[in-house]
């Protein structure tokens, strides 16, 4: 069993800042990566950022130069800093695991259960 908690969505005026947070916790024996997902109204659910075990990152073309995504190992959290956020970036954004439970020794992939983020003026 395995939980992500995401922290940090909320109303933002266009070009402002927000920093998403994720925190996965239960029966992990490791984290081969985690990343943001976004889902806009009428729209399909989209790759934000993914970073792995080994640090490598992948980005939407849109949020690229933009949002950063950061780990942090001991406390099996992933960051989303989002700057210089447009009215298009607003989705609820979903947190994903790709977890090695300690009970199931496969790895699985795990959702949060998602958090608004509105850009708006």
């Known amino acids: 069993q395995v939980q992500l908690v995401e922290s940090g969505g909320g109303l933002v005026q266009p070009g402002g800042s927000l920093r998403l947070s994720c925190a996965a916790s239960?029966?992990?024996?490791?984290?081969?990566?985690m990343g943001w997902y976004r889902q806009a109204p009428g729209k399909q659910r989209e790759l934000v950022a993914r970073?792995?075990?080994?640090?490598?990152?992948n980005y939407a073309d849109s949020v690229k130069g933009r949002f950063t995504i950061a780990r942090d190992n001991a406390k099996n959290t992933v960051y989303l800093q989002m700057n210089s956020l447009k009215p298009d970036d607003t989705a609820v954004y979903y947190c994903?695991?790709?977890?090695?439970?300690?009970?199931?020794?496969?790895?699985?992939?795990?959702w949060g259960h998602g958090t608004q983020v509105t850009v708006s003026s």
């Open positions: 970073i792995t075990s080994g640090g490598s990152t």
């Open positions: 994903n695991g790709e977890v090695v439970s300690s009970t199931w020794g496969a790895s699985q992939g795990y």
């Open positions: 239960g029966s992990i024996f490791s984290i081969n990566a």
